[in-house]
């Protein structure tokens, strides 16, 4: 096993809006969708790393909602943890395009996908549970490969 040279803190939320789930690619060069999100700074709280984070990339306080995933995973050199927040106000999410995001740089696509959509989307556990609605009412476990 290669020896780990960094460890990252992320916290993505789950937007579900009319059946449809809204996710973000963050580089062209990328080949998958994820959930939006971002990195936690030091010393702050999970859930006001995830307020900051969707205000920053898509202008919209969030209602943050429960626990859902918690995802652990090593990728090369990095392990990283995720938490992953269910969002209650999904239908402001609609109106991204009317509000001011001071980091609309960080994300090159959005998309609102159902449960039909045959995109790469990580983790990939989630994008099932939302296929199949059994994105889970307590906190599950996923560990894995990003």
């Known amino acids: 096993m290669s020896e780990i040279k960094e460890f990252v803190i992320r916290c993505r939320a789950i937007i579900v809006y009319d059946g449809k789930l809204l996710v973000v690619k963050h580089s062209e060069n990328d080949k998958h969708f994820a959930l939006p999100g971002g990195r936690l700074e030091l010393g ?5 790393c995830m307020s900051r984070e969707l205000v920053e990339e898509l202008g919209i306080k969030p209602e943050i909602g429960k626990l859902l995933y918690v995802h652990n995973f090593l990728d090369g050199k990095k392990h990283s943890v995720e938490f992953f927040f269910e969002i209650k106000n999904g239908a402001d999410y609609l109106k991204i395009g009317d509000v001011e995001r001071t980091h609309a740089y960080e994300i090159c696509e959005m998309l609102w996908i159902g449960a ?19 994105i889970p009412g307590a906190t599950k476990f996923i560990r894995g490969s990003a």
Request: glycine share 0%.
């Open 44 to 48: 702050e709280d999970i859930k006001d």
């Open 116 to 134: 039909t959509h045959d995109l790469h989307l990580l983790p990939a556990q989630v994008f099932q549970d939302f296929k199949t609605d059994q």
